[in-house]
C-alpha cells in the first residue's frame, strides 16, 4: 500500500465536529467549499450512510424525551446560517430523514414584523427554543442580528457591536439550562450560489424560491463573510461552539451535518428515567385487571 494512501485516510466520524470546529484563525475567504472532509467521497455512498442513521438518532432522541418526562431539562438546538442558497432547507430537510417528526421543532426567522421590532431581538428567539427533550432547528436565528443587520446598517454599529457579548451571554444561560448548542455555517462558495440562483431562474418550478433581494446581498458578499467573520470567532464558545460545513456539494454537507447530530446525541447519553412507582406492584395491578 503506497504512503500516499495511508496519509489521506479520512479521519473517523467520532471527530466530525472537531474537524469542522471554527478556530480563531477562521477566515472565511481561505475556505474550500467543495472538499470532501470526512466520510464517502460519493453521493450514493454518502446518502445511504445518512439514511442508516435513522434508527439510531430516533432511538436517541427517543431516550431524551423520556428523560424530560422525568424532569430533565435537555434538548439539542441545531442553528443553522448560511448565505442564500447555501442548503438551509435542504439540510432541514436530510434532518427530517433521521428524525421523528414529533421529536423535531423547526422554526425559520424572516425579517422581525413590526411587533418584533418593538421587542429586543432576542425575543422572539427565545419564544421558539425546543422544550426539553425534543430537538430544535433554526432556520436563520439571532445571528441574523450580527450578519444582515451589521451589513445592512439597520442599527448604528454601537448597537451591533455589544450583541456578540450578549449573544454570548444568553447561550451560556440557555445552555445552562439543559440547551446543547450545534451552530452550523453552510458554507458554499460564491461561483457554487450564482450557479444556484440561475438554476431558480431558469427553472419555472424553482421560480417561487428566487428573491431579487439574494443578488442585493450577493453583491455584498465580502461584507457578510467579514460579517460571518466577526460572529464565529466571536461567538463560538466552549458551552456553544461554531462549525463551518462546506456545503457546494449537498450531499456532503447532509452527510457532515447528520453525523454531527448523531454524534452529539451519543455524546449526550441521554437516560430514561426510573419509574416512580413500583413495577411489580403495578404489574400484578395490570394483570388482575
Ligand atoms: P430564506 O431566504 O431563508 O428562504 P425568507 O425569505 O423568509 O427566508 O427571509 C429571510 C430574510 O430575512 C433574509 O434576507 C434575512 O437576512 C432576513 N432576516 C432574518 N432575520 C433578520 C433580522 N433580524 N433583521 C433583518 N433581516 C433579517
Known sequence: ???????KKKPAAASVREL??????FD???MDARRVLAGPADKAQALAQVGALAGEVTALQERLYAESKGGGKRRLL????????SGKGGAIKAL???VEPLGMRVAQFGAPTKAELKKHYLWRIEQKLPPPGTIGIFDRSHYEDVLVVRVRNLVPPE????RYDEINAWEKKWSDDGVVFLKCMLFISP????ERLLARLAEPDKRWKYRPGDVDDRLLWNDFMTAYQAALTRCSTDYAPWYVIPSDRKWHRDWLLTHM???TLREMNPQFPSPDYDVAAETKRVMAS
Open 159 to 162: 448597537e451591533w457591536e455589544k
Open 1 to 7: 500500500m503506497p504512503r500516499k494512501d495511508k496519509a
Open 28 to 30: 472565511p475567504a481561505a
Open 96 to 98: 427530517d430523514r433521521i
Open 191 to 194: 461561483a457554487e450560489q450564482k
Open 78 to 85: 441545531v442553528v443553522l446560517q448560511g448565505m442564500d442558497t
Open 20 to 25: 469542522l470546529r471554527v478556530g480563531p484563525d
Open 261 to 263: 447530530v448523531a454524534e
